[in-house]
């Protein structure tokens, strides 16, 4: 654990590099909160684990990690104006300035907590002495976290209500960590000692103020409400998930029973593994419930005008080469299945003149058929000209949407619609698009 722990930590560290690409105040701060977010409970984490662990290479990784927390803590409370307020974009002097302050705060700490000998365990309770290196990094984390502190008070004051009201979690969930840095610091300073029993009382204040701050970021979106997370990203996330949560449920269980004093047998043992590399696989394999999946990821992370723009070059490459309606609907049915994970589509082309023919359907997707056409004045047609949709399972029916189930109740249920959608150029509806799946997507029509 303490070559993960030291991993952990300088990742943490080397991510505020990225600092240098963020040009304007809010997003620095929002970029300082996510570290703040991921350094918490990596340091509870390590206070949990000295408390089990209660040697000399264990104490200094736990320094090391308090030195960096500290400085993350530093960098959040310099720009919390900077989230309610806009402000000149800080200088890419002073962002240099800060990291360069911050690498030779973080050698030197290094230096000295692997070279020159820190703490003494006796009677298992680790001491220091006046002057030595622990003793410097208690007095640094003491000055560090007053000033955090003193910060909060002044971003406190400057909020009116309505930001009060978004902001009171964070600013609770941060006076506690202060206060419980502070309160572990100066004992440390007091005393000389680091008493193993106060480890896990600071794992768990900290964690305490984590999710009072994490609530307070996701509960409000404080993270500069621009951050979203891609449906790429979800794609390739899936099953990385599923195998890390069936490995995390081995290991509690594992961990579980020899808390108890019980041993996996060996035939239980295997047949966990064997199954459950036997669900991933069939997951792997399974058509249906991979489109589920994303089915529900593209209902629920569409959200970036940038993926709209992925599915229209999607329907510009397969419009290539078509030179006829019926390559054209081709490539645009095969867009709309590729989207919406649905191979029930249906499609009706024509003009308010001459009403709308079925041009694709799941039975026949290139031919058409002539007795589901729909005339100019057909209840569905009329709706759809004064409504962008028209969905079946409507939460919130008015009278117009009414009448259509009415009149055209028979003809949904025949061809089993959820949803119909315009297709429309300029003013003027050139067609429809139908389909059946249990929810509306986000998608842009």
Known sequence: MIPLFYTLNGLLLLSGLLGLRLH????????????????????????????????????QVILFSEIIFALIWLSMALRLRDATVETVGESRRHVLIEISVGAVVTAVAGYFLAYRPVIEISDSIPAFHNYSPVYFSAVFILATVLYAFWRLEQFWRVLNSSQRWEYRFLVAGSCLVCGTLVWSASYRLTYLVIIPRHLHLLSGLLLSGWILMLYAVVRHQLLNRKIFVSRKVVYSFVVPSLLAAYLLGFGLLSLTMRTFGLEMSFVLKWLFVILGVLAVGLFASSGKIRSRVHFFISTHFYVNKYEYRDEWLALS??????????????????????????????????????????????????????????????????????????HRQEKEPNPAWQQVVEKKEAFLSSLDLTLLAPLSIGNQLVGLFAFKFPCIPCIPW
Do not use: C, M
């Open 317 to 390: 490459q397969h419009l290539q080469g078509a030179l006829t309606e019926t390559d054209v609907v081709k490539a645009l049915r095969q867009v709309l299945a590729e989207s919406l994970y649905t191979t029930k589509i249906f499609i009706w082309l024509g003009d308010l003149s001459q009403g709308y023919r079925l041009v694709s359907s799941p039975e026949n997707p290139d031919e058409g058929s002539h007795e589901k056409s729909l005339s100019s004045d057909d209840p569905l047609i009329r709706f759809i000209l004064t409504h962008s949709y028209f």
């Open 24 to 59: 304007s105040g809010d997003r620095r701060f929002a970029f300082s909160l996510v570290q703040t977010l991921l350094g918490l409970p990596l340091l509870a984490g390590e206070y949990h684990y000295l408390a089990h662990h209660l040697e000399t290479r264990a104490i």
